[in-house]
């Protein structure tokens, strides 16, 4: 399935955005309508590097898109627990794993005007406060607020 003329061009503003502020992203299968992805590497404050991947759904801009952690894989919190066994987690700021990673909850409203920029900032946001929780065990509820 391909795109509509009006999400060619909404995908085209999206691509430049997210080239200008995280150049290490990658369109894949952009001119699939059914499984189009956005992966890339997000470096951490304390130097760790994470991969990201946004799934973006063919209804786009409509839906929310899903974001998961592919690397490390499996992805550990405090002590080495799973992080996939929090499954849909207020707390952790989690939902139930897609394609067997941990999936972050980023928007629980969505609006068509928001961007896969934004959805990969509150990765960005997410993996910083995931580090606090590796560091001290506290969830990731006490390092950032219910994302909006």
Request: aromatic letters at 12%; charged letters at 20%.
């Amino acid at each position: 399935m391909t795109w509509t003329q009006l999400q060619q061009q909404r995908l085209q503003v999206e691509r430049q955005i997210l080239k200008k502020y995280f150049p290490s992203f990658s369109w894949i299968n952009p001119g699939d309508s059914n499984n189009t992805r956005v992966e890339g590497n997000v470096c951490t404050n304390a130097g760790n590097v994470y991969t990201l991947r946004v799934y973006v759904p063919s209804d786009f801009p409509n839906s929310r898109p899903d974001m998961v952690v592919t690397s490390p894989y499996p992805l550990k919190g405090y002590r080495g627990q799973d992080l996939k066994e929090y499954g849909t987690s207020a707390s952790m700021h989690t939902l139930d794993p897609r394609d067997g990673y941990v999936k972050i909850c980023h928007y629980r409203e969505w609006l068509p005007n928001l961007t896969v920029y934004l959805v990969v900032l509150k990765g960005r946001i997410w993996l910083e406060a995931l580090e606090g929780h590796r560091r001290t065990g506290q969830a990731l509820d006490s390092f950032l607020p219910h994302m909006q």
